[in-house]
Nanobody
Framework: VQLQASGGGLVQAGGSLRLSCAASGRTLSDYVTGWFRQDPGKEREFVAAIDWSGYRTYDASVKGRSTISRDNAKNTVHLQLNSLKPEDTAIYSC???????????????????WGQGTQVTVSS
């Protein structure tokens, strides 16, 4: 299974970014895909996830400012980040939980496959 994350960049506070996670080796519509972020010196934290049915869940820190979605034709999950804040600065990684049609978990250690991460930097 390979996950390719993209879409990060440098934006000003209040701006938007759309992150993408393209997968091969697994059909994302049968698994849970999550986005996590990590700032150096801090723990990896849950951002959002979408399960096989399309159910979505968000961390409180991004709820209302972000949307996770899936393009089944392209086997890609997107994370739209709006109203970005400097505290959103981190490396964002996508991950897949390899349990077929499993439940969403927010603990990063329950996800088996990881993309390489994409840097999001928000300037004030």
């Amino acid at each position: 299974v390979q996950l390719q994350a993209s879409g990060g960049g440098l934006v000003q506070a209040g701006g938007s970014l759309r992150l993408s996670c393209a997968a091969s080796g697994r059909t994302l519509s049968d698994y849970v895909t999550g986005w996590f972020r990590q700032d150096p010196g801090k723990e990896r934290e849950f951002v959002a996830a979408i399960d096989w049915s399309g159910y979505r869940t968000y961390d409180a820190s991004v709820k209302g400012r972000s949307t996770i979605s899936r393009d089944n034709a392209k086997n890609t999950v997107h994370l739209q980040l709006n109203s970005l804040k400097p505290e959103d600065t981190a490396i964002y990684s996508c991950a897949v939980d390899d349990k077929y049609r499993g439940d969403i978990y927010v603990s990063f250690y329950l996800y088996e496959y990881w993309g390489q991460g994409t840097q999001v930097t928000v300037s004030s």
